[in-house]
């Protein structure tokens, strides 16, 4: 596929000025889309993502008359197997004082049941500190990005309400 071919040159990090917009080429995927912001606005975040990756798409496909790799079945396809489908992983930071005084396996086998995924703040391995955790979906293929949002929305609403 190419990837990391020119590492360290052939990668970066770009954003817009508020820092709430960020395009991440070459990193685990050869390309990660981020859209983010503090607060509860997540129709907002996800407004804005889809505007961006539309518009990410557009110029990909004027500079290269290529567009994304679609497959019609699994959907976008990525080089980290675990984002084949929509890659869409919608996450927010929670504090969940209740859940870690319980213990971050039972926090776990909760989130199984909502297909939910909790990581601490400092990313996928980056270890837990204090009681805020970032919450995401857990699946990609087989659900559409609204399904996936919708489940993280619905997901972590029962956490809070539970904690």
Request: net charge negative; hydrophobic share 30%; aromatic share 8%.
């Amino acid at each position: 596929a190419g990837m990391e071919r020119d590492w360290p040159e052939g990668r970066g990090i770009f954003h817009n000025k508020e820092k709430t917009f960020l395009v991440w080429v070459n990193e685990e995927d050869q390309l990660r889309i981020i859209s983010m912001e503090k607060g509860g606005d997540v129709l907002g975040v996800f407004k804005r993502l889809a505007r961006g990756i539309q518009t990410v798409a557009d110029s990909v496909k004027e500079e290269s008359g290529k567009g994304f790799m679609l497959d019609e079945k699994y959907g976008y396809v990525h080089s980290c197997p675990t984002n084949l489908g929509t890659g869409m992983r919608a996450s927010v930071h929670i504090d969940l004082p209740g859940w870690t005084s319980h213990g971050v396996d039972k926090l776990k086998a909760r989130c199984e049941e909502l297909s939910l995924q909790p990581r601490g703040t400092r990313g996928e391995s980056g270890g837990q500190t204090g009681c805020t955790y970032d919450i995401s979906n857990k699946h990609r293929l087989g659900y559409s990005e609204v399904q996936l949002v919708q489940t993280m929305i619905d997901g972590v609403n029962t956490l809070y309400k539970e904690d």
